[in-house]
């Protein structure tokens, strides 16, 4: 018997990938959720939404579903998402 041992680690080279730029502020930005749809990110999203705006002050929150929670978001999602200046993603049971 023998034991195959993976490496997760991204196969190409790490300099390739920058972080996008940090906003000096949330105030008036429109921040999108992408949840995976699974029930436990309702609520867990619900309260996240009421921070960003009443302590944040962030202008919209747009928040879409991914058709299926095992799978990468869909490419119309991700166009959605180029409209928005934040975004989370998240799971949830």
Do not use: C
């Amino acid at each position: 018997m023998s034991i195959e041992v993976l490496d997760p680690s991204h196969e190409s080279d790490a300099r390739e990938f920058a972080p996008a730029k940090r906003l000096q502020t949330l105030e008036g930005v429109t921040v999108g959720i992408i949840s995976n749809g699974k029930k436990g990110t309702k609520p867990f999203f619900d309260a996240v939404e009421r921070e960003l705006i009443d302590a944040y002050g962030v202008a919209k929150v747009v928040r879409l579903t991914k058709a299926n929670y095992s799978a990468p978001a869909e490419p119309e999602l991700l166009n959605e998402a180029e409209r928005w200046q934040a975004l989370i993603a998240g799971v949830g049971d």
